[in-house]
Structures are given as C-alpha cells and as structure tokens.
C-alpha cells in the first residue's frame, strides 16, 4: 500500500488507519503532523453542526431558505435540505465571484451574495456543485446561534476533541505556527510558486464554511470519526444527513460511494484526500501543499482504487 502511495508523488502527510488502528502515518514532504488548507472536506463539519440544528428542534430540513434570508431569490422554494444536497438551484450570477473582493465582515460578504445570487427553478432538486450553498447553512448557523460560524465552529470540534493542529487560516501568525501549517504552492511554468497568503485569506473568508479550516491528518481523522460514529449526531441524524434523496451519493458534505465515504478538497496550493468507511474505522487521508494543473482528478481515482483494495483486507 505504501508503494502505490507514493506512486502518487503528493508532497505531504499520509495516514492510513485500519480497524481503528494506524498502519501507516509518514510524510514525504512536510511532517506528520503539518496542517493543510482541507477546502471542501469542510463542508461535512458544517453539515453536521447544522443537523445538530435539527436535533435541538431549533431547524427544521424543511424550512425554507425564505425563513432566514428573504431577499435571496428563490428562497420561498429552496429548503435546507436542498442546500446541504447542494440541489437548490441557486448560484452566483455569471461573471460574479462569491463573496468580496476585500474581506471586512461574514455580514458584507453575505450581503453581497445576496445580491448576486440567481435562482434557477428547472435546478431546483438537481444536482450542482456550488460553495454558496453552505455559505448560507453558515449564515443560518449564526443566526440559531446567536454567533460567528468561527465561534461555533471552535466550541464543536477545535474545543470538544482538543484539536492541536486545527485553525482557521486567516489566524493570527502564531496561532498558524503552532497548528504546523505550510503555505500552499501551484507548478506555474514548470515551477512551484508560493501562493499569495493574502490572497487564501480573502478567499477563505469568501468560502466560509466551505474551505476556510487548517487540519493535520491526525486532527481530520478524529474529527470525520466523531461525525460519523460520534457523539455529535445520533444514529438516526446520520441516516438522514448522509443517506438522503436525491442525488443518493452526496449528501451532507461528503460523496456516500457504494462501500465508504468520500471527500476532496483542492485550492490555494493545496490537496486534501479522505475516505472513510462508515464507521469511521478505516480511513484514508492524504494531503499536500504542491498542485499542478490537471493532477487533482487523476490522483483522486487512484486514492479510490488504494481505498478498495484496503477494504478487502
């Protein structure tokens, strides 16, 4: 398995769990425990904090989009179910961007996808793959709770599981350095150039909720464990989150795959790699902070085959 690993030539962190034990952890670039831009695999620890909503009965998946944001067209059709399914038919307008272009609050960049959002009604209950959807499931977060999504988000997982290597990338310099996260760097020309950190902040704060957090290997371990076989939600939340209507392989934050679960993350210089069985005791999770154009979906098909051939051991 190590060697089909390395056949992978990412530069970072590996960790392979099996039966709940580690069988490999090593890195070929970087440390074990270095921290890593994760992206889009966030967006299974926002999922998850929204059906906590549902479990204190204080968010119905039913509710209606026009309950918290009225003025988002098509919000009186979209349910939040439909958002965390990523089939509400909402996008940011062409040739918009979401979010601003310099950050100053959550509530300007909401305001400004507001603004931008289109509602596409042949979309609704259809399959499209858009971070806006879980920037609004963070919007609704804060207003059940009465708090930052950053706030929430330290309480339930940083806070609970006593994460060492976890921190929201615009963190202060030395919180950053004590989580080990590396900048992330793009092959340009041939070469690898430093992505602007500056530039990863905006965009961080742009996709909040949806690839925002810095986690070491060992830290998204324990937290994709706790979503799937944890305290976090009951059995029957789960059920509903990850096994949801259409389409049936992604829902809540993750592609629910015939044998286990998956989730990607790419951008700012960064690869993240999960799969999980459903009960969270075997994994796989690989990172890097070196990209190339055109490598991220090759490598994501062989990560599926290492994973089924670890499952029939």
Known sequence: MRQDIDQLHVKGSVLVIKNGKTLLKYATANKTDTSYL??????????????????????????KLKKFYPDVEGSSSVTIANLLDMTSGLDIAS??????????????????NIKKTVFDKAMLGKWHYTSLNYVYLCGILSKLENKDYEE????????????KHTEFLWADKKKLQESH????YEKKDGKYVKVSYKDAVRDA?????????????????KSIRYILNGSILTANSRKILFKGEAPSYYNGGLYN?????????AGEGYYTFMRSTRDGKDMIIIQANHTAEGKFSKIKKKVNHIMSMMMQF
């Open 205 to 221: 704060h742009n996709e909040l909720g949806a690839g925002s957090i810095v986690m070491s290997n060992d830290d998204l371990a």
């Open 152 to 163: 929430i988000f330290r309480k339930t997982y940083i806070d609970k599981l006593n994460l």
């Open 181 to 184: 996260w590396v900048p992330g």
């Open 95 to 112: 040739g918009e961007y979401l979010g601003t272009t310099k950050f100053v609050s959550e509530h300007d960049n909401m305001q400004s």
């Open 38 to 63: 994760i992206n889009s695999v966030q967006k299974s620890m926002t999922a998850a904090m929204v059906m906590q909503e549902v479990q204190k009965k204080k968010l119905k998946l039913s509710d």
């Open 257 to 265: 795959l015939k044998d286990y679960e998956s989730a990607n993350g």
